[in-house]
């Protein structure tokens, strides 16, 4: 069985399935993508006749998006070869879920999903992968991160481990040290060398914090009547799921939410302070996420004003 997985490059969410979909089938090819480049990435390989090759296409933890959901509908052949598993609300809001080929679930009897924990059930449920509790642990622990559920929860810091092993080793390593780690099948365990990585990595970000939240630069902006007070700040990628819990404890520009314009990515992050939807604001600069968290391009037009009137303060 020949299968193509798409999925999140940008996350352990993505890279949850990517282990996943190398546990369960000896023949797999996987195109990593941006949370805003999988349509085309994905048109690029129907052109091309591409999809055709396999005999199952999986896209994970992302969506596409519009002509090509119709598209595929209108094929027989790719419509029951290619399934979607998505948890971000934004797309069901936009309707991408109307198509049988495509599963968008936020929330099932377990609780809230994420794209991982939604590719093991299918796998499971279809006898393509065979469980093991190092493999329910991996799972659960991408997860929860994934939902923000290891900090308002279960305040359960190996979820965050493996976060920052994503981001320190790069997709590549992080893959190589979670398979082997799967494989092994005796626990979510770090050895020394990836404990160091990650002792490392606390120890830096303590030391930059101060000075990233020093230089927030506050926003009013008007959403559809509602208005969202957002504190800006440029920060390194990998800083993004820990911030707003600083900012949360000495909320001292009494901001809704922290958006995060990233020095080494294109994309600006919101995450949630005070209970507001950050997917609104996201949305509102042509972007998609949760309530908890959401992103937008910053070349988007809308956007672009918002960074030429932060330049100024």
């Given at each position: 069985m020949?299968?193509?997985?798409?999925?999140?490059?940008?996350d352990?969410?993505?890279?949850g399935s990517v282990?996943?979909?190398?546990m369960?089938?000896s023949s797999l090819?996987?195109?990593l993508?941006?949370t805003?480049?999988?349509?085309?990435?994905?048109s690029s390989?129907?052109k091309?006749g591409?999809l055709?090759?396999?005999d199952?296409?999986?896209?994970?933890d992302?969506?596409?998006?519009?002509p090509?959901?119709g598209?595929?509908?209108?094929d027989?052949q790719?419509r029951?070869?290619?399934?979607?598993?998505d948890h971000h609300?934004?797309e069901?809001?936009?309707?991408?879920?109307?198509?049988?080929?495509?599963?968008?679930?936020v929330?099932?009897?377990?609780g809230k999903?994420?794209g991982t924990s939604?590719?093991?059930?299918?796998?499971l449920?279809?006898?393509?992968?065979?469980r093991?509790?190092t493999?329910?642990e991996?799972v659960?622990?991408?997860?929860?991160?994934?939902t923000w559920?290891w900090?308002?929860?279960?305040n359960n810091?190996?979820?965050?481990?493996?976060?920052v092993l994503?981001g320190?080793?790069?997709?590549?390593?992080?893959l190589?040290v979670m398979?082997l780690?799967?494989?092994n099948?005796n626990g979510?365990v770090?050895d020394?060398?990836e404990?160091?990585?990650?002792d490392?990595?606390?120890?830096?970000?303590n030391n930059d914090?101060?000075?990233?939240?020093?230089?927030m630069?506050p926003?009013?902006?008007?959403?559809?009547?509602?208005?969202?007070?957002?504190?800006?700040?440029?920060?390194p990628?990998?800083?993004?799921?820990?911030?707003?819990?600083?900012?949360k404890e000495n909320?001292?520009?009494?901001v809704?939410?922290v958006?995060?314009?990233?020095?080494?990515?294109?994309?600006?992050s919101?995450r949630l302070v005070?209970?507001k939807?950050?997917s609104k604001?996201?949305v509102?600069?042509?972007?998609?996420?949760?309530?908890d968290a959401s992103?937008?391009?910053?070349?988007?037009e809308?956007?672009?004003i918002?960074l030429?009137?932060?330049?100024k303060?």
């Amino acid at each position: 069985m020949k299968v193509l997985l798409f999925s999140h490059i940008q996350d352990i969410d993505g890279m949850g399935s990517v282990i996943l979909g190398k546990m369960a089938f000896s023949s797999l090819d996987y195109v990593l993508c941006k949370t805003f480049e999988v349509t085309d990435k994905v048109s690029s390989y129907y052109k091309e006749g591409k999809l055709y090759d396999y005999d199952f296409v999986f896209i994970n933890d992302l969506c596409i998006k519009e002509p090509l959901l119709g598209i595929i509908d209108k094929d027989n052949q790719l419509r029951n070869k290619i399934l979607v598993f998505d948890h971000h609300i934004t797309e069901i809001e936009e309707g991408n879920d109307k198509y049988n080929y495509v599963n968008i679930i936020v929330e099932n009897d377990k609780g809230k999903t994420c794209g991982t924990s939604l590719f093991y059930d299918y796998l499971l449920e279809n006898n393509y992968i065979k469980r093991t509790k190092t493999l329910d642990e991996f799972v659960e622990l991408t997860r929860q991160h994934d939902t923000w559920e290891w900090k308002t929860k279960y305040n359960n810091p190996l979820a965050r481990d493996l976060y920052v092993l994503f981001g320190e080793l790069g997709y590549e390593k992080y893959l190589d040290v979670m398979l082997l780690i799967v494989k092994n099948n005796n626990g979510v365990v770090f050895d020394k060398q990836e404990q160091k990585v990650i002792d490392e990595y606390n120890k830096k970000f303590n030391n930059d914090i101060k000075d990233i939240l020093e230089n927030m630069k506050p926003y009013s902006l008007d959403v559809n009547g509602e208005v969202y007070r957002i504190g800006f700040i440029r920060c390194p990628y990998k800083y993004r799921n820990d911030i707003n819990e600083l900012v949360k404890e000495n909320n001292k520009h009494d901001v809704d939410l922290v958006g995060m314009i990233f020095d080494d990515m294109d994309t600006v992050s919101y995450r949630l302070v005070k209970n507001k939807d950050a997917s609104k604001v996201a949305v509102y600069f042509g972007g998609k996420g949760h309530k908890d968290a959401s992103s937008n391009l910053q070349n988007n037009e809308k956007f672009k004003i918002v960074l030429n009137e932060l330049e100024k303060k």
